[in-house]
């Protein structure tokens, strides 16, 4: 098994007042290490659910989730996670918030070398001098920032992004990839990307998943075929048209508007 996130047919229903609620069907994912994979796929349709699993904050129902090789049955703090919101303590500085998860898993690691490694990512992400302040004094796009810090500071073997853009306009946006297309050469890390915009998952990934409408399975994968740092220009080759082309197809047959191929 050379794949460090291995998702292998999960099935998984949520109990609910109006019964069961089928919400994944059968996803299959497989990131090999250093691998980054977007998911995309219709509002709704299980995407946060699958980030669940993979932190072993959910169990399925059927099927299996593998994480370097160890069958994932609970919580897990070799995945960081990051999230549309980010949630940062307001009652610490940036840099205090960035050097929590190394005071959770490394308690011993002493105070001077955590707030050097905390030091060295926010200057890596462009927040150099900005340690000292409160959450609430920096803009969306740092805060988000700052998360992004917050969530590999402690070198997590995998890193989970919820829609981690989401809330931040176009322009600041594409600030983001480029920053986090700098971290991930720096701080190399094996990641999974849950996304709405189909333009960041071809910037970013190197492998595009859709999932389906709900109950949501594995329904098409794309190679993206660029490697390492990329330019934004790439998304207006016809190559990154195309690929968009395809995305957005495909996208429509999981929101049920337009017609399932006989074969993919
Ligand atoms: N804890 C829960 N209990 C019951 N239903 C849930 C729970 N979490 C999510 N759901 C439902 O499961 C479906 C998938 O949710 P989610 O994974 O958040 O979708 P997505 O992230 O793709 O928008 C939605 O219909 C949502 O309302
Ligand atoms: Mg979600």
Redesign the pocket.
Known sequence: MDALIDIRDVKLS?E?EGGR?P?LAGVDLRVPEGGFVAVV?P???????LTRLIAGLLAPDAGEVWLHGQQVTGPKSSVGMAFQNPVLLEWRSVLRNVTLPLELVAPRMPKREKEERARHLLTLVGLEGFEDKRPSELSGGMRQRASLCRSIVHKPEVLILDEPFGALDAFTREDLWQTMQKVKAEEPFTGVM?THDLRESIFLADQVIVLSG?PAFTQYTMQVPWQGERDLDLLYTPEGADMLGELRHQIQIAQGRAPQEAAQ
């Open positions: 949520y609910t609620l919400v796929g509002s709704g349709c299980g995407k946060s659910t849950i709900r």
